[in-house]
C-alpha cells in the first residue's frame, strides 16, 4: 500500500530525445507528487511537483502527466541534454501534518551526445 | 541563502559503535526529515521532528533515535551500529506553515559506512 512503483530502472536516450519515466502507487490518499533528480554524490533536488487535482503540468522542459484514475503518473523531459544525466526518483505524500514521502527506487538517465 | 548543511559529510565506524549525523535546515524552515538511501535504492523515511517533537516515523527500529533543536537544526542517533546501516543518510527540510504538502529540500547527506 505504501510502496511507489517505478520504471524503467534505466534509459539511454540520444540528445534531443523525450524520455519518459513511469510511476505507480496504490494508497490513495496520496495527494501529492513530486519527483526529484540527484546526480552522484549530491542530495536529491526537486524538479516538479502534482497535486490530483490537475493532469499536466509543465515546468520548463519538465512535464508531469497524472491520470487518477489509473493511480499513474509519470514524468516527460523534453529537448534531453547530457547535463540531464541523473538519477531520477517519484514520490508520493499522504499530506498532512506529517509529510511522510514514500520515494520510488529510481530511473538512471543517460543522454548521449 | 544557505539551503540544507549536513554534517559530516563521510564518517567510518566498526559495528556495535554509535553514530550522531547533524543537519542545519534551510533558512526559513522548520521541519526536518531524515531519510536512509541504500547504494542504488530511493530514500527510505526514517523520521520527522517538527517543534522539537517526533512527527512521524517509518519502519526503523528504536536505535534509531533523533532530535531537534530550538534553532530547527536536528541530531540523528543510531546505536549498536550493523553492517546494513551502511548508506547514505539524507536530511531534508520544509516549512510547516500550511498543514498540507511543502516541498522538501535535501541536503547532500552524509556517507556512513560500517566495517
Known amino acids: 500500500q505504501q510502496q511507489v512503483k517505478q520504471s524503467p530502472q534505466s534509459l539511454i536516450v540520444q540528445k534531443g530525445g523525450i524520455p519518459i519515466i513511469n510511476c505507480a502507487y496504490e494508497n490513495t490518499a496520496f495527494d501529492y507528487f513530486p519527483w526529484y533528480q540527484q546526480f552522484p554524490g549530491k542530495g536529491p533536488a526537486l524538479l516538479i511537483a502534482i497535486r490530483p487535482d490537475v493532469s499536466e503540468k509543465k515546468e520548463g522542459r519538465f512535464t508531469i502527466s497524472f491520470n487518477k484514475s489509473a493511480k499513474q503518473f509519470s514524468l516527460h523531459i523534453m529537448d534531453s541534454q547530457p547535463g540531464d544525466s541523473a538519477t531520477y526518483f517519484c514520490?508520493?505524500?499522504?499530506?498532512?501534518?506529517?509529510?511522510?514521502?514514500?520515494f520510488g527506487p529510481g530511473t538512471r538517465l543517460s543522454v548521449l551526445p | 541563502d544557505a539551503g540544507v548543511t549536513q554534517s559530516p559529510t563521510h564518517l567510518i565506524k566498526t559495528r556495535g559503535q554509535q553514530v550522531t549525523l547533524r543537519c542545519s535546515p534551510k533558512s526559513g524552515h522548520d521541519t526536518v526529515s531524515w531519510y536512509q538511501q541504500a547504494l542504488g535504492q530511493g530514500p527510505q523515511f526514517i523520521f520527522q521532528y517538527y517543534e522539537e517533537e517526533e512527527r512521524q516515523r517509518g519502519n526503523f527500529p528504536d536505535r534509531f533515535s533523533g532530535h531537534q533543536f530550538p534553532n530547527y537544526s536536528s541530531e540523528l542517533n543510531v546505536n549498536a551500529l550493523l553492517l546494513g546501516d551502511s548508506a547514505l543518510y539524507l536530511c531534508?527540510?520544509?516549512?510547516?506553515?500550511?498543514?498540507?504538502?511543502?516541498?522538501?529540500?535535501f541536503g547532500d547527506g552524509t556517507r556512513l559506512s560500517i566495517l
Open positions: 514520490a508520493a505524500s499522504d499530506g498532512g501534518y506529517g509529510q511522510n514521502f514514500v
Open positions: 531534508a527540510s520544509s516549512f510547516m506553515g500550511e498543514i498540507y504538502n511543502q516541498p522538501q529540500h
